[in-house]
Structures are given as structure tokens and as C-alpha cells.
């Protein structure tokens, strides 16, 4: 690869770079510079925030403000919701997906491709046409203000996506894996839990954190189906909390922080793998 | 467990009905939770969705038939007509500006060996930052008394002191613009993955021909990337239907409807005004341009596209 485009490019290929390394570092500012603005005012008084509002802060850096954030936004609270959710809703994509794209790629369900086209069907459909019955549905079943309810829900969403992309990894794993075990008389949980997870773990992997991302960042289920202040996950009371307190622009911009420090975090140690799902998934549907 | 014992018994009978189990019986039990909780979240409720739009319901006690008229008041309604406009002028600046943006960042990108992954992490990181944060980070960037505008007008720009989310001429723009701040970095990613998949023998090719770089993109990359392209555009087009977090969270359709689409009217119908029959009438209604979309999507699939 490195060899053969050596030879094919000429130098003054190399050269004529320049430009698009200059409008591609402008492109790096308009796609970070608007966060660094948070970051600046996470770290600002109220009163800097107003004559500064978007430069770094010169007069002190003020750390105070994300443990104030903490307590004032009840993070300890939606802290906990949200990763029960993002976690069970993970679990439990991870295990259904799973199964159905084992049934779909190795078990040859009859009818596969049918059923792959109603879920690209059904992912296509707006949220806002189930979500209305489901809501009343879910009243009378308990399942509001109740953060199994949410996790139940995502499951539904979320699934089909993670199974396109499992199954696109297990129709590339060779036959004679799955055989050799079936002699060995190994029930086909056994062969699923043995054989074909070990060898697509990655695949477990990708699907799990783009399915994490989704449950953490979610919105609309979230505002629609939690209301009671102490199940509210981090997205919904974040948007009270902005709203609330306005005028704080320290406060707000650290809360702001706190929830997206553990996905940039994240995104920045395995951002192969967010890359891959995130772009990809939809596309080996 | 149960496979052991059927395989330990030989005979005729004994296969045939390992074979069902195998074949007909196994695969349906893999893929039951999958579809058990695809009936009971989308299919269910999307089905009494259908129903309930030729109802008066107000989500309480006995739904009431009223056969077509809400689609009928849909029809003359002037926030669902400013709604549906709206979704149609987002389609379009969404088909136009973030996919081209995405297009240059891509073939600008793809000859840089030197330093593409930063490039790529810096593009993506908006995409991954939840709806709630971004449109706070612009919320303080756009600020009426405190943000860019004011900064900018006291610098000697004038024309730039402008309440970008309080107006009604600028608010769908200003709140597409930060949509697409987070979005077009994914689709920089996208295309470019895109493009790296194209046989560089066809740029060889190209080259040896005495193709100009303009050329280059239009008679190689274009062609190369174009099932990604037309993916994107048709999800565009889908997503552009639904859109909800960014205009919900930044001035929930305001001021006086002047950024309300078809979704938010149908959440505040539903959930501020309980009128439950009518919020289905307009989810119908999505879902019909939606369906149209996807036709087109199978139709190009079963010609043999591969998107």
C-alpha cells in the first residue's frame, strides 16, 4: 500500500497539500471551538461569564463550580438512573440482538432477509407514531416514571440496529467453527455462548457502545416517559437544570461537562470501534 | 440440553424430528425476544396509532370514531401547514449544506496521510455530545445580550446584532445551522470511508489520462462513493421528517410557530393538549412521506444498488 503510493503520487502532489491541510484545520476550529467555549465557562464566575462570555477565563480558574453543579443538579441521582439505564439497556440489546442475529446469520431463519427489511422499515418510521399509544399503554401498566419502562422501550428501538451489525459479523465467521462444536454434542446456546461470542466479541463490543451512546444521550423517550424528579436520567434533568438556572452560565456550562465528560472520554479510547458502528451499522443492514 | 437427548436417539422418527426442531422450531426461538418486543413497542402501538387517528380521544376513558376528521382539520390547520413547510425547507438545506460540507472535508481529507485520524476524532466529537449539551453550548454562543452577535455588532458589524433564536425570520435557520454543526462531521467520516474503498487503479488511471483534480472527483470519487451518497440523501430525507431534539430543545417551535415542525406539534398536541386522536392523525402523516422514502430505498435495492 505505502509502496505502491509512493509510485503512483508525484511530488508535487505532496506539495499541493497545503490548502487542504489550511481548510481542514479551519473545519477543526468550527467543530471544536464551540466546545471549548463550555469548557471555558464551566471554569468561570457568573460574573466573569458576563463581561468574558466566550474567552478563556483570565481571572482565576474556579473549580467550585462543578461540585456546586453536582449537588445543585441532584447528579448523584440522575447519575445513577442514567447508568442503570444506559447499562440494562446495553445487557439487554447485547443478548437480544445477539440472539436474533445468531437465529438470522448461523440458524438460517427462514425468511431473514423478510425480516431484516421490516426492521430497516421499521427504524425508518418516526418515533412520535408509536410513542403517543405506547405512553397511555404504559400508564396503565405501571411503566412510566419507572426506569425499567425506558429500558423495555429502548430495547425496541435499539435492537434492530445492533442486530444488523452482529449479524454482519457472523455471516463472515467460517462454517467449520460451528460445526466442529455441534459434534462435540453442544446445545446451540452452547455453541452461541462458546464459540460465537468469544470470536465476535468485537462485534459485542461496537454494538454495545454505540447502543450506550444512544440509551445515555436519549431525549425523547426520556422527557416523554420519566417526569418524577428521582427517576430522571442526566439528559432530561440537564435541560431542567439549564433552564432553572439560566443566568448561571458557570453552573450550567459544568453540569453540561459532567455529562458528556465519560462519552468524550470514551469516544477518545475507543473511537475505532465508535467510528466503525456509528458509521457503519446502518450501512450493512 | 434438548439436541443431546434427540441426538441420542437414531432411528427415522428421531431425525426427522431433530430436523424440525433445527429447522423450524430453533431459529424462531432465537429471534422471539426480538420480535416479541418489536410487536409490543413499534408494531402494536404504531398499528393503534392508525386507529386512533380516526378517533376523539384525549388518552382517558373511551376513544370516540370520527372517521376523517382529523385529517380534515389537519388539511386546514395553518400551524400543521407552517409545520409541514418547515420540515420541507429543513429537508432541503439539510440535502444541501452538510452533504456538501461532508463531500469537501472527505476529498479534502482523503489524500492527507499525515494526521487523518486527528482530523477524523475532531470532526466526529460533535456527533457523540448529546442533543441537550450541544444546543446549550450554541444557546450561550448566540445569546441575545451576551453572545457572538453583540460581540461581533460592538467590533463594527452591524448587521450581525441579530436575536437569532427570537426571531421568526431567522430562527429555523439558526437552529438547522447547529443541527448541522453536529451532524456534518459525520458524514466528513461517511464519505471517506467511501472513498478509501475505491480501487486506486481507477485514479491511476485518471492520472495517466492527464485528469486534473476536479476531474479526478467527478469521473473517480463521485461515481465510486455514490450508493454511500444516495444512502445518505435518503436518510436525509427521512430524518429531516422527524426532527425533534434540536428544535424542541432550543425554542420548543417558538416564537409564535415560527420554527414548528410536524413532530413537535404533534408531542405538544398530544402531551400539552391531550388531543390524542389528533396527534396520531399527524403521525400518520409522517409516516406516510417516511414510507414513500423507504419504498424508494427497496426499489433502488432490488435494482441491485447496494445501499
Redesign the interface.
Known sequence: MTV??VL?RPRA?TVS?LP??V??IL??L???L??C??LF?SLKTTAE??LN??GPPVSGIRWQNYPTAWVQGHYSTTVRNSAIITLGTVAGVL???G??A???AI????GADG?A?Y????T??????????????WTKLGLTDNLLGVI??Y???M??FA?FLLRSYMVAIPEDFKDAARVD?????QV?RRIIVPIIWPGFLTAGLVTG?GA??E??FAV?FLHREEMKPI??S??AF?DRYSRD?GL??AA?VM??LP??VL??SL?RQ??EG???G??KA | ????ST?ASYGLRGRTRLRVW??GI??????G??LL??V???????V??AY?AFTKWS??GPAQWVGLANFRRLVGDRVYHIAFVNNVKWTLIFLTVPIT?GL??SA??A???KGQMF???????????????NT??????L?PT???GV?LAERGLKFMDVTFLGSRGTVLYTIAFVDM?HWW??LV??YL?AMQAIN?QL??AA?IEGASRGQEFRYVTLPGILP?LV?TVL?TI?WS??V??YI??LTQGGPAHASEVL?TE??KS??FRFE?GY??A???S??FI??L??AGF?ILRKRGWE?
Open positions: 505502491s503510493s503512483r502532489r497539500l487542504n491541510y481548510v481542514l473545519l477543526v468550527f467543530s471544536l464551540p466546545i467555549t463550555l465557562n461569564s458576563r462570555p466566550l443478548i437480544i440482538a440472539l436474533a445468531y437465529s438470522m440458524l438460517d431463519l427462514p425480516l427489511l426492521l430497516l422499515v421499521g425508518s418510521m418516526p418515533a412520535q407514531l408509536f410513542m403517543v399509544p405506547l405512553f397511555f399503554l423495555i422501550i430495547w425496541g428501538t435492537s434492530p442486530t454434542g453442544a446445545s446451540e446456546l452461541f451512546l445515555w444521550n431525549f425523547l416523554t439528559s432530561t440537564l435541560y439549564v452560565w450550567t456550562s453540561s455529562m458528556i462519552v468524550i469516544f477518545l473511537q465508535f467510528i456509528l458509521t457503519q446502518g450501512l | 440440553m434438548r439436541d443431546r441426538q433445527r429447522k430453533l431459529p424462531w426461538l432465537f429471534v425476544p426480538l418486543l418489536n409490543a413497542i413499534i408494531l402494536g402501538p404504531s393503534g396509532s386512533y388518552g382517558i460540507m469537501l472535508g479534502l481529507l489524500p492527507i496521510k482530523f477524523r476524532i475532531a470532526y466526529f466529537v460533535p456527533y457523540v455530545i448529546a442533543s441537550v449539551v446549550q453550548i450554541w444557546r450561550n454562543i445569546h451576551r453572545g457572538i460581540l454543526w462531521g459525520f467520516v461517511l470511508a486506486p485514479y491511476e492520472r454511500t444512502f436518510m427521512i421528517f422527524l425533534f431534539d424542541y430543545l413532530s404533534l408531542f398530544a402531551f390524542v396527534a396520531a399527524i403521525g400518520v409522517m409516516s417516511c414510507t422514502v423507504v427497496v445501499i
